[in-house]
């Protein structure tokens, strides 16, 4: 049956505001460099926002021809073919944030940073290693199928964002930062000044991160315990979190978002360690803010952050995820709350997170991360 023009342009809209919802997620992350921090290693961060909801971490094995790593993959991804964030035995972390600034919306190949990132994590030992594999893709001429800033970082000190489209790349080396830490939520500074998605965001964690910054004492909680349960709003300076507000506006102005689905904070080897041993993946699966940390090493995977079931489910995800749904409200708002824009739309947001449930959680989860990061320092000292 042919619909008639209206109905067929109505549904078409629909389903392009659907996609655009969907593919406006995005990413807050962060590198460190070690004289920044308390325990003097280099530390790459990723608050992961995505559509894909359910994800675990797996290890996978060396080959004749490939190393070793252990990453954060997509329930479903059976093969392990995408990893999102992850170090190998090299001691090489990468991670990937969305850029919205880098490619037009018609970009024909899209959505292979996963698969960068897999054959990073195969096949490079440094930053400038991966650096040269980028290059070599896009010498090829072919469209490189990713619209990312790509953080990196490695066992030697190294660290950097390649911000990189189908045709193009450009380096933001960590030892150029004027401050030794390097910020990216979902634009590129290469990409000009429009569409530069995530700005809100960055300003968050720029202001959430001055004062450890300033005492150089950032360390893995910093990140995982304070930035990733966030509820701080640099726009109009509101914390949701201080208790004074029953609810708090899913806008996207905040770290914490409905679509945030992991924290993963990635402790490096110091210069002459042997990564294979003092490399740590700390990792916050679910949504962050009712979630709390697991140590993960190149030998060592908790079982509650594996799949356990056909679908590819962890069972602290799947756990974490039934938090997540008992937290989100359609409720109407009192004190004009609700009448806050999201970041991606002119409406008002359809969701909220009702703080009276979450902060007593999210007391309880950190108490856990922060015993699981005393009984690894006593055990790593």
Request: glycine content about 8%.
């Amino acid at each position: 049956m042919k619909l008639p023009y209206g109905i067929f342009r109505l549904l078409a809209l629909a389903l392009a505001a659907v996609l655009t919802a969907l593919g406006a997620m995005g990413c807050t992350s962060a590198i460190i460099g070690a004289d920044a921090t308390r325990h003097d290693r280099t530390i790459l961060w990723k608050h992961r926002d995505t559509g894909h909801r359910h994800n675990f971490v797996e290890r996978v094995a060396a080959t004749d021809t490939s190393m070793a790593y252990v990453a954060l993959f997509n329930a479903g991804d059976t093969t392990l073919r995408e990893a999102w964030v992850g170090f190998n035995e090299a001691g090489l972390a990468v991670m990937n944030t969305a850029s919205y600034n880098l490619a037009p919306d018609t970009a024909r190949v899209r959505d292979r940073e996963g698969l960068v990132m897999s054959q990073a994590l195969r096949s490079c030992r440094t930053v400038g290693e991966f650096e040269q594999m980028l290059r070599r893709m896009i010498a090829t001429g072919r469209p490189l199928g990713v619209q990312a800033n790509f953080g990196v970082a490695d066992a030697e000190g190294s660290g950097a964002y390649i911000e990189t489209s189908d045709h193009s790349m450009r380096v933001y080396p960590l030892d150029q930062a004027a401050d030794g830490m390097l910020l990216r939520t979902n634009f590129s500074f290469s990409g000009g000044n429009r569409r530069r998605l995530g700005e809100a965001r960055y300003a968050d964690a720029t202001a959430l991160l001055a004062e450890p910054l300033s005492r150089r004492e950032i360390e893995p909680a910093t990140l995982t315990e304070g930035l990733s349960r966030s509820f701080f709003c640099s726009t109009d300076s509101t914390d949701y979190a201080d208790g004074r507000h029953p609810l708090a506006p899913d806008t996207g102005d905040m770290i914490s978002r409905r679509s945030s689905s992991a924290s993963v904070a990635i402790e490096l080897a110091r210069p002459g360690e042997d990564p294979r041993e003092s490399t740590v993946m700390w990792v916050a699966l679910g949504f962050p803010a009712a979630s709390h940390v697991e140590a993960v090493t190149l030998d060592s995977v908790p079982a509650q952050l594996r799949p356990t079931t056909a679908a590819g489910h962890s069972p602290l995800c799947d756990e974490v995820n039934r938090r997540l749904d008992r937290a989100l409200t359609k409720s109407p708002l009192r004190s004009g709350v609700g009448k806050r824009k999201t970041e991606n739309s002119n409406q008002p947001p359809q969701y909220h997170f009702d703080m009276r449930y979450l902060l007593p959680l999210m007391r309880s989860e950190r108490q856990r991360s922060m015993e699981a990061y005393r009984r690894y320092r006593a055990e790593h000292p």
